[in-house]
């Protein structure tokens, strides 16, 4: 009897030991990083954008500015640059036909950080969807980027604006203008 309630008390004791041993940590999933910022960019179109449907490549490169980070102090990010080549499989001044994108797109972001630092992000999956006259751009941070990994990417370019193109296009479409190779983007993106 005396053997057993060694024997018993040796393995509570062992089992004791070997539970406070191993540490029992909380897993917490990381909460994802919201980023929205302001994006101003050249444009240009290979071959010229013009009142008929056809192939077009668009190589996009400007800053991204007035960022509002949710991830704060030295490592937020404040602003950037965004580089973009996108192929066309259609594309035109007429807002009635739709743009068709080619698979294969990606975007890449090169951020400047608080602390004075950058880093980078590459966005693939880029696909467009457009609403009256109106485009959004979407996409997702490739897993090895170094920063915002896996965030989704919603990009709202307001053709409504201002912007240069617009008028553009309107002389195009009335044959009084001559097809268009380089305009300007304005975008407010967000990542989250």
Request: glycine share 8%.
């Amino acid at each position: 009897m005396l053997v057993r309630r060694t024997v018993s008390t040796i393995l509570t004791t062992i089992t004791a030991l070997c539970a406070s041993a191993v540490p029992t940590a909380t897993v917490h999933a990381a909460a994802p990083e919201v980023l929205n910022c302001l994006t101003n960019a050249a444009v240009h179109f290979s071959p010229p954008l013009s009142a008929t449907a056809q192939a077009v490549t668009v190589t996009i490169a400007g800053t991204v500015s007035g960022c509002t980070d949710s991830q704060t102090g030295a490592t937020a990010i404040t602003g950037g640059r965004v580089t973009t080549t996108l192929h066309f499989a259609s594309l035109s001044c007429n807002p009635l036909l739709p743009a068709t994108l080619k698979p294969g797109a990606s975007a890449a972001f090169t951020w400047n950080l608080a602390n004075g630092t950058r880093a980078g992000s590459t966005v693939t999956g880029l696909a467009l969807s457009q609403i009256a006259g109106a485009g959004t751009l979407t996409g997702t941070v490739t897993g090895s980027s170094p920063r915002l990994a896996g965030e989704h990417l919603t990009s709202l370019l307001n053709i409504d604006s201002d912007q240069p193109i617009i008028d553009n296009c309107v002389d195009v479409l009335l044959g009084i203008g001559a097809p268009i190779a380089n305009s300007t983007l304005t975008a407010d993106i967000a990542f989250g």
